[in-house]
């Protein structure tokens, strides 16, 4: 018992120096704040380790999304692009095709197919054209405010040239619409005139200007009034350009008249000497008109004006009507220019050479140009580009277009010309110089003839333009 009490005892007195040592509150509190500390790592260390594990998965996941991603779109691309130059092979495929048929529509001459072959090759440069900008807006279109502004140039840079030629279009349209208000003001002085002339000058102009403002559907007197009309003003206009190169080059106008003249008949014993100076210093016009028309209109009669033997209108007569007038459509709405340049050995560029050669001397030009440059052009086959010989293709077109016309009617215009010395037959002839009050002065007869005349198969007549001198 006393062992037991003083074992207690000692136990007491450790318990109560420890307290006063080491007081009860900051053990508990420093145990307890240790525990929180250990705790609070250990739970940091934790949270720390699963966050980063969970960003290490996300992370993960958004890589493979990434890749997964790319891939598909890569292959996308990849197909596009291969259907894009699978398309691209095809346009040019078909473009090539059909510029081939482009190609053998000219030899021989098919206008159908040659229209059905451009229109097929432009439909395939368009369809190149579209596939063109498809893959630039596929490459250079990117997504956000940067690719919205490169597509808005794109479109621009797009429609910049068909801006353009609208633009073109329109100046065209008010330069047309300017060209018809002057027509109409010359059709009402026309329709005038015709109205103080008679019953019969209204209906000539109606007639004329209904065949010049469409297309014919068959050939008639008209249409070849309306052609000669046309074969006129062409006449003049080259006239005037040859006329004006001569004064350039410092030519003896009154010189060359004589010439003219001394080579178109048979002498000047019909026309005395102050005829022969009018023609000479104010009316030279007419005598170089005079050696143009006798020149170009030499072998009118025949069917190739004499290049060859031909004798298709007496062989076949009805089918060879057929065949000028579809050839006469054909050609009248044609450059003259170009067509030489496509087909400069075609029957109509061997009358071009073969009538510039008869009018156009070497002499002549090489005075005129300083060269023969254009006559070895010509003498080789080809056409040159030159003004002066647009000028002369005008009036050689014109001339063919009649002569088509001519052998195309049923019956045939019966061609003829005023001789030097003849009467004055104001049914058959027109002064080419205009007297005071329109009456011709019966001391008159013709000095010269200035173009031909024609007899149509309905009874008209195309007056031959004469040029009047006095007699002796």
């Given at each position: 018992m006393a062992t037991r009490v003083s074992n207690f005892s000692d136990l007491i007195q450790r318990v109560t120096a420890s307290c006063l040592l080491h007081p009860l509150a900051n053990v508990r509190q420093d145990s307890q704040n240790v525990a929180v500390e250990e705790y609070g790592e250990q739970n940091d260390d934790d949270c720390n380790d699963s966050s980063e594990e969970d960003d290490e998965e996300e992370e993960g996941t958004k890589v493979r999304g990434i890749d997964n991603s790319s891939k598909v779109v890569g292959i996308e691309r990849v197909m596009e692009l291969e259907t894009t130059m699978n398309e691209v092979f095809d346009a040019v495929s078909a473009m090539k095709r059909a510029y081939v048929s482009?190609?053998?529509?000219?030899?021989?001459?098919?206008?159908?197919?040659?229209?059905?072959?451009?229109?097929?090759?432009?439909?395939?440069?368009?369809?190149?054209?579209?596939?063109?900008?498809?893959?630039?807006?596929?490459?250079?279109?990117?997504?956000?405010?940067?690719?919205?502004?490169?597509?808005?140039?794109?479109?621009?840079?797009?429609?910049?040239?068909?801006?353009?030629?609208?633009?073109?279009?329109?100046?065209?349209?008010?330069?047309?619409?300017?060209?018809?208000?002057?027509?109409?003001?010359?059709?009402?002085?026309?329709?005038?005139?015709?109205?103080?002339?008679?019953?019969?000058?209204?209906s000539l102009s109606k007639r004329k200007v209904n065949c010049s403002s469409q297309v014919a559907a068959a050939p008639s007197p008209d249409l070849f009034e309306v052609t000669m009309c046309q074969v006129k003003e062409s006449s003049k206009s080259f006239t005037l350009q040859l006329l004006s190169l001569m004064r350039a080059a410092h030519w003896d106008i009154a010189a060359a008249v004589r010439s003219i003249g001394a080579a178109a008949g048979n002498g000047t014993d019909t026309i005395n000497s102050s005829a022969t100076s009018v023609v000479s210093t104010h009316h030279a016009k007419y005598a170089l008109e005079s050696y143009i028309s006798r020149k170009i209109f030499q072998g009118?009669?025949?069917?190739?004006?004499?290049?060859?033997?031909?004798?298709?209108?007496?062989?076949?007569?009805?089918?060879?009507?057929?065949?000028?007038?579809?050839?006469?459509?054909?050609?009248?709405?044609?450059?003259?220019?170009?067509?030489?340049?496509?087909?400069?050995?075609?029957?109509?560029?061997?009358?071009?050479?073969?009538?510039?050669?008869?009018?156009?001397?070497?002499?002549?030009?090489?005075?005129?140009?300083?060269?023969?440059?254009?006559?070895?052009?010509?003498?080789?086959?080809?056409?040159?580009?030159?003004?002066?010989?647009?000028?002369?293709?005008?009036?050689?077109?014109?001339?063919?277009?009649?002569?088509?016309?001519?052998?195309?009617?049923?019956?045939?215009?019966?061609?003829?010309?005023?001789?030097?010395?003849?009467?004055?037959?104001?049914?058959y002839m027109e002064s080419v110089v205009k007297f005071s009050g329109g009456r011709v002065p019966a001391v008159q007869i013709v000095g010269f003839p200035v173009s031909p005349g024609f007899k149509l198969g309905n009874g008209s007549i195309i007056k031959a333009r004469v040029y009047l001198g006095s007699k002796t």
């Open positions: 482009l190609q053998e529509a000219h030899c021989p001459w098919d206008p159908e197919r040659m229209r059905v072959a451009d229109v097929a090759v432009v439909g395939e440069l368009r369809k190149i054209g579209v596939l063109r900008e498809r893959f630039k807006r596929r490459s250079f279109g990117g997504g956000g405010r940067r690719g919205d502004v490169s597509g808005g140039a794109l479109v621009r840079e797009v429609a910049a040239p068909y801006e353009a030629a609208v633009a073109e279009l329109k100046r065209e349209l008010k330069a047309r619409e300017v060209e018809v208000d002057n027509l109409k003001e010359k059709l009402k002085t026309v329709t005038g005139l015709n109205n103080n002339g008679g019953k019969k000058g209204r009118f009669d025949h069917e190739t004006f004499y290049m060859d033997g031909s004798l298709s209108s007496l062989i076949n007569p009805d089918q060879y009507r057929r065949d000028c007038f579809t050839q006469y459509r054909d050609m009248k709405a044609m450059d003259p220019v170009e067509l030489l340049g496509i087909l400069p050995t075609c029957h109509f560029g061997k009358f071009c050479a073969k009538k510039y050669l008869a009018i156009v001397h070497p002499k002549m030009e090489e005075s005129l140009f300083g060269d023969l440059e254009q006559q070895r052009q010509v003498l080789a086959g080809n056409h040159p580009r030159s003004q002066f010989y647009g000028e002369f293709l005008t009036l050689a077109k014109a001339v063919w277009l009649l002569h088509l016309l001519a052998f195309s009617l049923d019956p045939a215009p019966c061609q003829f010309e005023a001789s030097r010395g003849a009467e004055f037959h104001p049914q």
